[in-house]
């Protein structure tokens, strides 16, 4: 267990369905992340928030929208996915410390993989 | 080139040997490096990280960061089959913003008995 917590741990979806993957982490860290992992393909950065606010979006498409209401929550909204969106989704939190020179640890929760039908 | 490269493996190892595993990046001003172990089906569990030049260790394990040659490497002494595993290496980038990791694709290490 690494304090970070992702719901649902599986989802099978259509493509015209609504859903949302959450994430919470209880290690009191100000940063949160979302990831994508496909097969045979690298972890891609999808979102970053530094104390709620978002501080980056790697060019993701607009059918995955994330929500940010305190340092401790993130959520993935999902709407009218593709085939080719199936993956591992994962949420990562670490401690935004300037003082540490850099070293700034993720910490991964368990993952979601999601199935677009 | 890719920002961080590792070989894809398998690399097979038997048990008992040193698994050496190696990642290049292509930023040379980045800051903080880190080793995560993910198993199949699973996500990633940090390892350990380094951020200065030299060997760093911890149990089994050991990195080696080389910033003039941007090289990180991670050593698995006494490998076990449980060290059977797909190895992530992870750099924390001076041109990122904030907190970004960058990943490399992995290596898949086989334990042999």
């Known amino acids: 267990e690494t304090g970070v917590t992702q719901t649902p741990r599986h989802l099978v979806m259509g493509m015209t369905n609504k859903k949302s993957l959450k994430c919470e982490q209880h290690?009191?860290?100000?940063?949160m992340y979302w990831y994508k992992q496909s097969a045979k393909k690298p972890l891609e950065l999808m979102f970053v928030y530094n104390f709620k606010e978002q501080t980056e979006n790697n060019s993701v498409p607009s059918r995955f929208s994330p929500e940010c209401p305190n340092s401790s929550h993130l959520f993935l909204h999902l709407h009218t996915l593709q085939p080719e969106d199936s993956a591992l989704y994962l949420c990562a939190s670490s401690q935004d410390s300037p003082g540490l020179a850099g070293v700034r640890t993720q910490y991964f929760g368990p993952g979601t993989r999601l199935l677009v039908l | 080139q890719k920002e961080v490269e590792q070989n894809s493996g398998p690399l097979s190892v038997p048990e008992g040997a040193i698994a050496s595993l190696n990642c290049t990046y292509s930023d040379r001003g980045s800051q903080s490096f880190f080793w995560y172990r993910q198993y199949s089906g699973k996500s990633p569990e940090l390892i350990m990280f380094?951020?200065?030049?030299g060997d760093k260790e911890d149990g089994r394990f050991t990195a080696q960061l080389n910033k003039a040659s941007q090289y990180v490497s991670l050593l698995i002494r006494d490998s076990q089959p449980s060290d059977s595993a797909t190895y992530l290496c992870a750099v924390n980038m001076v041109k990122a913003a904030g907190n970004k990791l960058t990943f490399g694709g992995g290596t898949r290490v086989l334990v042999k008995p």
């Open positions: 290690l009191g860290h100000n940063a």
């Open positions: 380094i951020y200065s030049n």
